[in-house]
């Protein structure tokens, strides 16, 4: 029943930046009680998890955007954000928002949009 919807993304050059937004739409009272993640997947490769954020506000990233991108939520306005910097042909993928049914950021997620694509080149 939860939707959760990203936007942001496109084609940039390496070095760019790209910021990616995620709203709710349905139980919009989980973007301010639930853990947040946002996760990416390039063709035929297993998709990965790039940065979490809880319902207090702290955040963990995968050690190959860490410096690089921050990911924020604003609860008032139910929207969850990836910054993204310094964006290398690595970080080519679809990228993913998702949530959790709990405050507590874990491995497994019950919410996820439609994917935005981001390609660097």
């Known amino acids: 029943h939860v939707q959760l919807v990203e936007s942001g993304g496109g084609s940039v050059q390496v070095g760019g930046s790209l910021r990616l937004s995620c709203a709710a739409a349905?139980?919009?009272?989980?973007?301010?009680?639930?853990?947040m993640g946002w996760f990416r997947q390039a063709p035929g490769q297993e998709r990965e998890a790039v940065a979490g954020?809880?319902?207090?506000?702290?955040?963990r990233y995968d050690d190959s955007v860490a410096g690089r991108f921050t990911i924020s939520r604003d609860n008032a306005r139910n929207t969850l954000y990836l910054q993204m910097n310094g964006l290398t042909p690595e970080d080519t993928a679809m990228y993913y928002c998702?949530?959790?049914?709990?405050?507590?950021?874990?491995?497994?997620?019950?919410?996820w949009g439609q994917g935005t694509q981001v390609t660097v080149s």
């Open positions: 349905g139980a919009q009272y989980i973007y301010g009680s639930a853990c």
């Open positions: 998702a949530a959790r049914r709990s405050p507590v950021c874990g491995p497994l997620y019950t919410y």
């Open positions: 954020i809880d319902s207090n506000g702290s955040t």
